[in-house]
């Protein structure tokens, strides 16, 4: 009897072909004899995660888990505060965050700060602005979270209305989910209520008045002083995205099927929304998005296994090198993945009460530096499983496999129909 699911979600997977590998994907032309392995004797397919949309991770995971996003879906910024451990509660207005580097407080010269900022110095960066900003008749704290990422949570005496704008110009929602740009102004937008309520007017002004006045703070900080010593790019400014005043109403994944659910996680994001779906969190050290990640990632799961019947691993590396445009990056690091994580894991687990499940939450191309629309590959292994035709984890290869092509919203259905 099969009675064990891991399901790993490597972020940002799925790319494009690249002409330097032969018109191969990243992960086609990584050595992935793990992945492979798991291919030629399981099932494979592609999934469309949300139709029509380039999915944020946070409407993306949502999907991948079973909730329909344009049900369950309200902002980013509460998951990622709960994951943070933000103190959010309804009506207060939370948004996800990037420290970036501006020229002038507008002209955005980087979203991430060059992607060099650490979690280190994003703390120091955090308590200063916490410390020296004040904004009118509205309290706030701002939380670092890894590396340039945070949360921004603002209080006011009413109740804050999430319909506004971003800051950040690189996303917009449509139809009520997050939506990726293709190409975008590299200016900090203003936040413009959608609406004429005076709750989303209120929310605007405080988050552009918080914006400027976090620009006055951090330029003169010590720790920019020497990152732009360093020759290194200041993280300057905080621009904002995905606001929300509430948290999903997720039904428990354990009521639902069942089973037990663990989650092994990277990022904030991932870790709110398992907490929130009920699944208990397996701390893990802060990634490094190297090697030196897997050992522990590969011990703690293997333990979890001994107490919960459900694995959910978000490992993010791929993600990083799709946005830096870093294809070879990419391709190293899908084949650490498979050779620090996944073939120690396979060594260790019984495939035959365990089934693996493997996919990507979306696409990040390397030549689109961004998340897009492609429907990403999957493949599901062990337990009952039957092979197809499908020798190699890849995304040409998976178009073919014998779970053809899924809707996101239905894989976890389909997962647990197979315990």
Sequence with gaps: MVSKLIFVVLDGLADRPVSDFGGKTPLEASAT????????????????????????????????????????????????????????????????????TTSDGTILLDRRAGRTLTSREAAALAAAVNKKVRLSKAAFKFYASVAHRGVLVIKDKKKLSANITNTDPAYEIRNGIPHALGSFEKKVRQAVPLGSTAAAKRAAELVNEFTAKVFGVMKKHPVNSRRTKKGLLPANIIICRDAGNRLPPLFSLSGRYGKKWALLADMPLEIGIGGLAGMSLIRLPLPTFAAADYKIRVEKALASLKKFDCLYIHIKGPDIFGHDGDYNGKKQCIEEIDKFF???????ISMANTVIAVTADHATPCEMKGHSEDPVPFIISGGKVKADFVERFGESYCQSGGFGTMKGSEFMKKLMSLL
Excluded at 342 to 348: D, R
Aim: include cysteine.
């Design 342 to 348: 996944f073939q120690p894991l396979l060594q260790k």
């Design 33 to 100: 004899p793990a992945l492979d392995s798991l291919a030629s004797r399981g099932s494979g397919g592609m999934l469309r995660v949300i139709e029509g949309v380039a999915p944020e991770s946070d409407a993306a995971v949502l999907a991948l888990l079973g909730y329909d996003p344009l049900k369950y879906y309200t902002g980013r910024g509460p998951l990622e505060a709960v994951g943070t451990g933000a103190n959010f509660k309804e009506g207060m207005l939370a948004l996800r965050c990037n420290f970036a």
